[in-house]
């Protein structure tokens, strides 16, 4: 069986997880495992979805300050508002 594995962003498919050994099988039409996996496809195998990506939690402002190491006052130095 395979899974589909696509890129950080989702819009390319990055490779095929074949799921028997975890090998990654480019999609190259020259790759002897890819064209094990078309064949596969054509002979009515089952191909699971690639996961879906997690959700990027939304940082309140506080914690969004907390991450850039930045004061109040740092911050504002920066932007110019002092």
Do not use: F, H, W
Request: net charge negative.
């Amino acid at each position: 069986m395979y899974q589909l594995v696509r890129s950080l962003n989702g819009d390319l498919l990055e490779c095929i997880l074949r799921l028997a050994d975890n090998a990654s099988i480019p999609p190259d039409p020259a790759n002897t495992d890819y064209q094990a996996y078309l064949k596969y496809v054509e002979d009515g195998g089952e191909v699971l979805p690639a996961p879906e990506p997690e959700p990027v939690p939304e940082l309140t402002p506080a914690e969004k300050l907390a991450a850039s190491g930045l004061t109040v006052e740092e911050l504002k130095e920066l932007l110019g508002l002092k």
